[in-house]
């Protein structure tokens, strides 16, 4: 509950900061408390990838951006009066479409009855992994999981790819110069 | 005790919110970050013992090497102006 309230005075805060440094250090903050807060829930596993993908990478990324761009401030037309109408209709047709949504946690809601009690019947002497979830992961799902590491790593391939190549260039301007 | 420990940190998680949110410089927007990472690993270690499962502590270890990585990029950006990401300026460091 605590966690919560200061998530959303960062996020507040983050919202209404102008130093752009000062946004980047409060994400990585706001991150940190979000990891705070799977751990209250007992989801190591999610808090230690918000913590190492929010707090870890995305800061550097964001600096990284920081660098690149330029610091002078870009003026805003405050007032939209069409914009702010449209986004309240989406925002509250969206609240509309929770309503109809069985409440949070309920054990009879759809998605626990379809697969989850076959699963949790069955993890132990089908695959013998203690942890239902990694058991889904990795066993039930697994070439769903393969798919995923595929498109994961050809992006990074990608990516280095793309980086090699200006690398490359740059070297070569240097050389002429 | 461990209660009393939780709550402690909290508070303390609140003053390092307020400090990054206030800090006039810099350099006490980067430490208040950098403890709210710290505070993350003793709060995690202090609901794990709550809960009766010390096997989080080794997250923590995890977790306190993301916070260096974090805090070195960030003073690395303010030493040098950028993260070394233009590769001439790496080559001759």
Redesign the interface.
């Known amino acids: 509950m605590?966690?919560l309230t200061?998530m959303a005075?960062?996020v507040i805060?983050i919202v209404t900061?102008r130093s752009l440094?000062?946004v980047?250090?409060?994400s990585?903050?706001y991150s940190?408390?979000m990891?705070?807060v799977l751990?209250?829930y007992?989801a190591?596993d999610v808090?230690?990838t918000e913590?190492?993908v929010g707090?870890?990478v995305s800061?550097?990324v964001l600096?990284?951006t920081?660098?690149?761009v330029k610091t002078r401030e870009a003026r805003a037309d405050a007032r939209q009066p069409l914009a702010l109408f449209v986004a309240l209709v989406v925002g509250a047709a969206l609240v509309w479409g929770t309503l109809q949504l069985p409440s949070f946690g309920t054990a009879d809601a759809v998605i626990h009855r379809h697969v989850a009690p076959y699963y949790l019947q069955n993890v132990v002497p089908q695959t013998n992994v203690p942890n239902v979830v990694t058991a889904v992961l990795a066993d039930y799902r697994g070439y769903d999981t393969l798919g995923e590491t595929t498109v994961i790593f050809t992006a990074g391939i990608g990516v280095m790819l793309l980086l090699r190549g200006a690398?490359r260039r740059?070297?070569r301007n240097?050389k002429d110069a | 005790m461990f209660v009393a420990a939780t709550l402690a940190i909290l508070a303390a998680m609140a003053l390092a919110v307020v400090r990054a949110i206030k800090g006039p410089t810099v350099f006490d927007r980067v430490l208040a970050g950098n403890s709210m990472g710290s505070l993350a690993i003793l709060l995690l270690a202090a609901v794990g013992f709550l809960t009766g499962r010390p096997e989080f502590l080794d997250i923590g270890l995890t977790y306190g090497l993301l916070n260096l990585i974090g805090t070195l990029a960030v003073l690395r950006f303010f030493r040098h102006g950028d993260l070394a990401y233009d590769p001439g300026t790496k080559r001759r460091r």
Do not use: E, P
């Open positions: 605590i966690l200061l005075i960062v805060a900061q440094f000062g980047v250090i409060l990585g903050a940190f408390l990891a705070s751990i209250v007992d190591v808090a230690m913590a190492s707090a870890g800061t550097v600096l990284g920081l660098a690149l690398w740059a070297q240097r």
